[in-house]
């Protein structure tokens, strides 16, 4: 096999040490401190004033349709994924279906 990419790994005691953390705390994700240190770093980087990571692309659209406080017609392309139209539907959106 010839391979396409070789992975970066940073030395396991690394790994070892956020692994030992977790345990302690029993806890991984959901506004774990991890999530929040990620979040916090990654604001700092980018230079913005907000940044909130969700569980997925679903959940991520309709807080944008939320957010933007959409009123209306939503148009979205047939050729998408199929959570593109469901956070729509989710949202109420089905009466322009």
Known sequence: MIPV?????????????YLEGIWERNWLTNNGPLVNELELSLKEFLGLDHLLFVSNGTVALQIAIKALDLKGEIITTPF???????????????DYL
């Not at 998408?80 to 089905?94: D, P």
């Open 80 to 94: 998408s994924n199929v959570a593109t139209t469901s956070s729509i539907l989710w949202e109420g959106w089905h």
């Open 5 to 17: 990419t070789k992975p970066f790994l940073p030395p396991k005691a690394d790994y070892q040490r």
